[in-house]
């Protein structure tokens, strides 16, 4: 079982539409979570970190936890075409070497069509 | 807020040399930082964390011999893929401190 999982897309929305990103991960110890954009050929950039259940707002992103469902997701409001790009959860992570670390999903490839 | 320098943006080798890339933590002193790897359409994979003043611990699967980590100061870490081959190319980025800043990644190359 891959320790964060989301759904490789791409996902299309049209422009103006809540975008809808979700995301699985197995440890139930984990406590931080964090939204990343990235472009092509770029490296990620930090959209929103998530440490508590329920919903957390900035702009037009909202983060949503479930630490019982073990589930993270994120909602785009009024999608433009600049949000296309691939979204990766990333989670703190317990390793098999005994620390913690960022583990990273495989990415949602996000489309907002004009 | 926290800024992260990696240099250089891009590099081509020949297969069997070695390359450098540094990663600065500008404007905050770091004794913590992360080296990932990504392959085409792949997610981040983390290699290794970088410690200030002591060893780097590595991911299963990286081979501290090729991938040399050496992070001498508070603001400086350096990965050097040594004996570079065609399969190590790739996107390697570093982040510093908390490790949830990016910098801004190197395109490897090796011909």
């Known amino acids: 079982q891959k320790e964060v999982e989301q759904n490789s897309g791409p996902l299309s929305v049209p422009e103006g539409a809540i975008a809808s990103l979700n995301c699985t991960y197995s440890?139930?110890?984990?406590?931080?979570f964090f939204w990343y954009r990235q472009y092509s050929g770029k490296s990620p950039e930090l959209i929103m970190s998530i440490y508590s259940n329920g919903d957390k707002e900035d702009g037009r992103f909202t983060a949503q936890l479930n630490k019982a469902s073990q589930y993270v997701s994120l909602l785009i409001r009024d999608s433009q075409p600049s949000d296309s790009a691939t979204y990766l959860c990333?989670?703190?992570?317990?390793?098999?070497?005994?620390?913690?670390?960022?583990?990273f999903g495989s990415g949602t490839r996000l489309q907002v069509q004009p | 807020g926290a800024v992260v320098s990696q240099h250089p943006s891009w590099v081509i080798c020949k297969s069997g040399t070695s390359v450098k890339i540094e990663c600065r933590s500008l404007?905050?002193?770091?004794?913590?930082m992360f080296w990932y790897r990504q392959f085409p359409k792949q997610s981040l994979m983390l290699m290794a964390t970088?410690?200030?003043?002591?060893?780097?611990?590595?991911e299963q699967g990286v081979e501290k011999d090729k991938f040399l980590i050496n992070h001498a100061s508070l603001t400086l870490s350096t990965l050097t893929v040594t004996s570079a081959h065609p399969e190590d190319s790739s996107f390697y980025i570093c982040?510093?401190?908390?490790?949830?800043?990016f910098g801004s990644g190197t395109r490897l190359t090796v011909v």
């Open positions: 982040s510093a401190g908390s490790g949830y800043t």
């Open positions: 970088s410690n200030e003043g002591s060893k780097a611990t590595y």
């Open positions: 990333a989670v703190n992570i317990h390793l098999d070497t005994g620390r913690r670390a960022l583990t």
């Open positions: 440890d139930r110890g984990s406590q931080s």
């Open positions: 404007d905050f002193q770091a004794t913590t």
